[in-house]
């Protein structure tokens, strides 16, 4: 189905704020070796740093489907990215004052704004994908991912240059939220248009969770938490790793992370093609055994080049997973919202007991061993697809409607 101009506007408006989301994380990920040196923070304390971030992601991810019904797609992403970008300001502030609360608590604000503006975009972006009827899904957690190539980037420059942590975030956060304004002005709410057309009980609110009930949104939700584990322990720890791990400098580890989000951009850039020549089931089944294949590598490997190698195929591996499972689970009549908040939330939990458990392991074995446990849920993920048997939709039967 051809687009119209207004379809295009709103498609692209969608991307651009995930390129900005994925590069306001990917900025403070890069900036974690400078940020644990000056707090002078050990690994496990690390960890609970991290767990701010985590526990304002779940209770973003939980409140946004309530928000999203209330306050509609377009209100919604707006009031995630101001707390998103509050809390990056927060954050820089408590970096100059090397004050962990303050760090804390800028963290959780950016969760939190997070999860809004992740839900609010995932969901209007779903409800364009049934207008349209083709995938757009992977292309715009694509675009999430070139973020996060450029949030890297712009860490490893910063880096070099020796800029403190609490002026790069802070330029940032200034640049994003002008840049936001505009883009936000062409999300034109179909999803709540699409609730209210099609006039149905379930579209009507309802807590995330509810959505379980469906085993089919439970199983794709347990796939979502083994690859988003896989994704979320390299954005928070990977940096680290390298310099713990490696002996890499603070420089060195930030360019290494960029590796990782190139590998994920490229996948994430491929999936639609990737999607007209293999189904839907065959993606996911190779998305865990690369993710694997990668965290493997990474836990065993002896010199810094196949490090390199194993952290690309990490990033390629863990690109596809969790934005497959959104775009299956937005799928179907009734409520989208709560479906694709539902399986994001099992993705989240992955990220809430992530950051403090590795941090936990890596304090005691190091971080090289603290990712054994994201490896098992790789293969857990693989393991899983043999019970997951969703129909074989390819892109043309997207377009074309089931063959029956």
């Given at each position: 189905m051809l687009e119209n101009k207004q379809?295009?506007?709103?498609?692209?408006?969608?991307y651009a704020l995930?390129?900005?989301?994925?590069?306001v994380t990917s900025s403070w990920v890069s900036r974690t070796p400078a940020l644990r040196d000056g707090l002078q923070a050990s690994t496990e304390q690390m960890g609970l740093i991290l767990f701010g971030f985590a526990t304002g992601s779940m209770l973003g991810i939980l409140s946004a489907n309530l928000l999203v019904e209330r306050l509609h797609a377009r209100r919604a992403a707006g009031a995630g990215m101001g707390v998103n970008l509050l809390g990056v300001a927060l954050l820089a502030v408590g970096a100059g004052m090397a004050s962990i609360p303050v760090v804390v608590a800028g963290f959780m604000l950016f969760g939190v704004g997070m999860g809004w503006a992740d839900i609010a975009v995932n969901v209007e972006a779903g409800a364009l994908e049934r207008q349209q009827q083709r995938t757009l899904m992977t292309t715009l957690h694509g675009s999430f991912s070139l973020g996060c190539v450029l949030g890297a980037l712009l860490g490893t420059g910063m880096a070099w240059l020796h800029v403190p942590v609490l002026w790069h975030l802070?330029?940032?956060?200034?640049?994003?939220?002008?840049?936001?304004?505009?883009?936000?002005?062409?999300v034109d709410n179909l999803s709540a248009q699409a609730q209210t057309t099609s006039g149905t009980q379930e579209a009507k609110p309802g807590f995330v969770l509810m959505a379980f009930k469906d085993p089919r949104v439970l199983l794709i939700g347990l796939f979502a938490l083994g690859l988003a584990l896989a994704e979320g322990a390299a954005h928070d720890w990977l940096p680290l790793l390298m310099v713990d791990g490696y002996q890499f400098s603070s420089a060195q580890g930030t360019l290494i992370y960029l590796l990782f989000t190139i590998g994920v951009t490229v996948a994430r850039l491929s999936g639609q093609w990737l999607l007209q020549r293999l189904t839907r089931l065959q993606l996911m089944r190779a998305s865990a055994v690369l993710g694997g294949v990668g965290l493997l590598m990474v836990i065993c490997a002896q010199s810094a080049l196949w490090g390199g190698v194993a952290v690309v195929l990490w990033g390629l591996g863990s690109a596809l997973g969790f934005p497959l499972a959104l775009s299956a689970a937005a799928e179907g009549e009734?409520?989208?919202?709560?479906?694709?908040?539902?399986?994001?939330?099992?993705?989240?939990?992955?990220?809430?007991?992530?950051?403090?458990?590795?941090?936990?392991?890596?304090?005691?074995?190091g971080l090289r061993l603290a990712m054994v446990p994201v490896l098992f849920a790789c293969c857990a993920a693989l393991v899983l697809t043999f019970w997951f048997r969703p129909q074989p939709v390819r892109v043309r039967e997207v377009i074309t409607g089931p063959q029956r």
């Amino acid at each position: 189905m051809l687009e119209n101009k207004q379809e295009r506007v709103q498609r692209r408006a969608l991307y651009a704020l995930f390129v900005l989301l994925g590069m306001v994380t990917s900025s403070w990920v890069s900036r974690t070796p400078a940020l644990r040196d000056g707090l002078q923070a050990s690994t496990e304390q690390m960890g609970l740093i991290l767990f701010g971030f985590a526990t304002g992601s779940m209770l973003g991810i939980l409140s946004a489907n309530l928000l999203v019904e209330r306050l509609h797609a377009r209100r919604a992403a707006g009031a995630g990215m101001g707390v998103n970008l509050l809390g990056v300001a927060l954050l820089a502030v408590g970096a100059g004052m090397a004050s962990i609360p303050v760090v804390v608590a800028g963290f959780m604000l950016f969760g939190v704004g997070m999860g809004w503006a992740d839900i609010a975009v995932n969901v209007e972006a779903g409800a364009l994908e049934r207008q349209q009827q083709r995938t757009l899904m992977t292309t715009l957690h694509g675009s999430f991912s070139l973020g996060c190539v450029l949030g890297a980037l712009l860490g490893t420059g910063m880096a070099w240059l020796h800029v403190p942590v609490l002026w790069h975030l802070l330029g940032l956060a200034v640049m994003a939220a002008v840049l936001t304004v505009p883009l936000l002005r062409h999300v034109d709410n179909l999803s709540a248009q699409a609730q209210t057309t099609s006039g149905t009980q379930e579209a009507k609110p309802g807590f995330v969770l509810m959505a379980f009930k469906d085993p089919r949104v439970l199983l794709i939700g347990l796939f979502a938490l083994g690859l988003a584990l896989a994704e979320g322990a390299a954005h928070d720890w990977l940096p680290l790793l390298m310099v713990d791990g490696y002996q890499f400098s603070s420089a060195q580890g930030t360019l290494i992370y960029l590796l990782f989000t190139i590998g994920v951009t490229v996948a994430r850039l491929s999936g639609q093609w990737l999607l007209q020549r293999l189904t839907r089931l065959q993606l996911m089944r190779a998305s865990a055994v690369l993710g694997g294949v990668g965290l493997l590598m990474v836990i065993c490997a002896q010199s810094a080049l196949w490090g390199g190698v194993a952290v690309v195929l990490w990033g390629l591996g863990s690109a596809l997973g969790f934005p497959l499972a959104l775009s299956a689970a937005a799928e179907g009549e009734g409520n989208s919202a709560q479906r694709v908040g539902a399986v994001a939330v099992l993705g989240y939990v992955a990220i809430l007991v992530g950051p403090p458990a590795l941090g936990f392991i890596g304090e005691i074995w190091g971080l090289r061993l603290a990712m054994v446990p994201v490896l098992f849920a790789c293969c857990a993920a693989l393991v899983l697809t043999f019970w997951f048997r969703p129909q074989p939709v390819r892109v043309r039967e997207v377009i074309t409607g089931p063959q029956r």
